[in-house]
């Protein structure tokens, strides 16, 4: 009805790692918040945009992995979260990435130094919290976070089902222990050739490196008792990536010494091959 609006269910998130030098840290963030950003949000098929940052000290963290999958532990990363009217898996909703990045270079308005090392499309599949908060799964993905830990595995002999039954029976409530963890996405991989691939996003009320460190212990304790890693192999993990909320207009993380620049000449992030 006019003036009304449906209720807004995240079905997916694309997830953006990009490798940007430090030397541009207040320009390559300033522009993606003021232009970049706005330009994707608005488009029928994302619900909102989220971005987060892993300064050399986070990246340092022990017990982060940071595997041959991801390129290493790149410094920032981008998540939209899809919902809302358009079916993000549409081919109209494709068009619509395609065609606001092209607009966006012949405009002279896409980012040219640094570049996305690691692209990809996901369904969300389920959503859990820490027993002490009661929003419904659905409201999951909309809760206020500090930072994230990123968890890419692979589903063993298997396959997915065995992979995520390891992880319910041994992982999530363990993980709950983490008075840093608030909830955790899981999702399934919507791009051919991915099929194997398993992501849990752990959502952090604490800087997400003193929730890994606190993951890190908890595993080292189950490992006295074999609940990790998984047996049989069920589920091999690729990368366990922590990252910092970047709160818009607000860059004074510390990245490090300045690197040389990398150019690139066409826009990346958002259009993965294999899109349909």
């Not at 993000?88 to 065609?99: I, L, N």
């Not at 976070?145 to 409530?173: F, K, N, Y």
């Not at 010494?257 to 992030?269: C, H, R, V």
Request: charged share 20%; aromatic share 8%.
């Amino acid at each position: 009805m006019p003036g009304q609006r449906d209720d807004v269910k995240i079905t997916g998130l694309a997830l953006a790692l990009l490798d940007i030098p430090a030397r541009y840290t207040q320009e390559y963030n300033r522009w993606y918040d003021l232009d970049h950003l706005p330009e994707h949000v608005a488009k029928a098929d994302v619900v909102a945009g989220r971005r987060y940052v892993a300064t050399p000290a986070t990246r340092a963290t022990p017990g982060a992995l940071a595997g041959e999958l991801t390129h290493g532990h790149p410094p920032y990363a981008t998540m939209y979260l899809f919902g809302g009217p358009l079916d993000f898996m549409s081919e109209q909703a494709f068009a619509g990435w395609r065609d606001t990045d092209r607009a966006i270079t012949r405009a002279g308005r896409f980012w040219r130094h640094g570049r996305p090392v690691f692209t990809s499309w996901w369904r969300l599949t389920a959503a859990h919290t820490r027993p002490s908060i009661d929003v419904a799964a659905d409201a999951v993905p909309h809760l206020a976070h500090q930072g994230v830990v990123v968890s890419i595995g692979r589903a063993g002999p298997g396959g997915r089902p065995a992979a995520l039954d390891w992880w319910e029976r041994t992982q999530r409530d363990d993980l709950y222990e983490l008075p840093g963890l608030l909830g955790t996405l899981q999702l399934e991989p919507v791009e051919t050739g991915e099929q194997d691939l398993v992501l849990h996003v752990l959502l952090c009320a604490q800087p997400a490196a003193e929730v890994l460190a606190g993951l890190t212990a908890v595993r080292d304790r189950q490992r006295l008792t074999g609940r990790f890693p998984a047996h049989g192999g069920a589920h091999e993990t690729l990368a366990l990536l922590p990252y910092e909320r970047i709160i818009p207009l607000q860059y004074d993380f510390d990245m490090g010494e300045p690197t040389e620049p990398t150019e690139t000449s066409e826009p990346t992030e958002t259009t993965p091959a294999g899109r349909p």
